[in-house]
């Protein structure tokens, strides 16, 4: 059975940059046929997709979040990550990592959550 | 991108049947975007109930059931159990499958 498990600082300041990564056990991050992404839930709000990335490094990502994130995957290590920079409040959220299968156009797992409050 | 509509809440006693609609547009689930649903329990990781409009994974109930028609999906939960209570949301796989976008979130309690 395929886990996804987020980890990185829960409290970043305003400006900075948020830096998350998650690892994956039970499978691999170089499958065919699977992407890798980063999606987050700011307190009572909906859901926001901010992007994902392959095995081979390629990625896509949310336009209304572009200018700001970059991701990395490390196939060594098993894991991808996320960068945010410039943080604000509004930057504050659940962020959750998730597995997208390409043939079943759909995010097959997921993990907890981690949550990341910006503040001063 | 705007989110798609989901109600905020649905109810319903043990053994009914409840219905948790995901209205989008013209440009995503009316475009023939593929639609999934999950379930979310506090604390716990989300679950993929539905994907593809209407296949259940391996392991999911057929009590839960997935529809699309025009612009809006359903998932369709029967025979409602303690266990099904939680937050639901959509999902939609945009155009060239390379950006996604969720529904406003669902809760539902049961009675």
């Known amino acids: 059975q395929v886990q996804l498990q987020e980890s990185g600082p829960g409290l970043v300041k305003p400006s900075e940059t948020l830096s998350l990564t998650c690892s994956v056990s039970g499978g691999s991050v170089s499958r065919r046929g699977a992407s890798w992404s980063w999606i987050r839930q700011p307190p009572g709000k909906g859901l926001e997709w901010i992007g994902d990335i392959f095995y081979s490094g390629s990625t896509n990502y949310n336009p209304s979040l572009k200018s700001r994130v970059t991701m990395s995957v490390d196939t060594s290590k098993n894991r991808f990550s996320l960068k945010l920079s410039s943080v604000t409040a509004a930057d504050t959220a659940v962020y959750y990592c998730?597995?997208?299968?390409?043939?079943?156009?759909?995010?097959?797992?997921w993990g907890q959550g981690t949550m990341v409050t910006v503040s001063s | 991108q705007s989110a798609l509509t989901q109600p905020a809440s649905v109810s319903g006693s043990p053994g009914q049947s409840i219905t948790i609609s995901c209205t989008g547009t013209s440009s995503d689930i009316g475009n023939y975007d593929i639609v999934s649903w999950y379930q979310r329990h506090p604390d716990k990781a989300p679950k993929l109930m539905i994907y593809e409009d209407n296949q259940r994974p391996s392991g999911v109930s057929d009590r839960f059931s997935g529809s699309k028609s025009g612009n809006t999906a359903s998932l369709t939960i029967s025979g409602l159990q303690a266990e099904d209570e939680g937050d639901y949301y959509c999902c939609s796989s945009e155009g060239r499958r390379n950006s996604y976008v969720f529904g406003s979130v669902t809760k539902l309690t049961v009675l």
């Open positions: 998730a597995r997208f299968i390409t043939e079943s156009d759909c995010f097959d797992m």
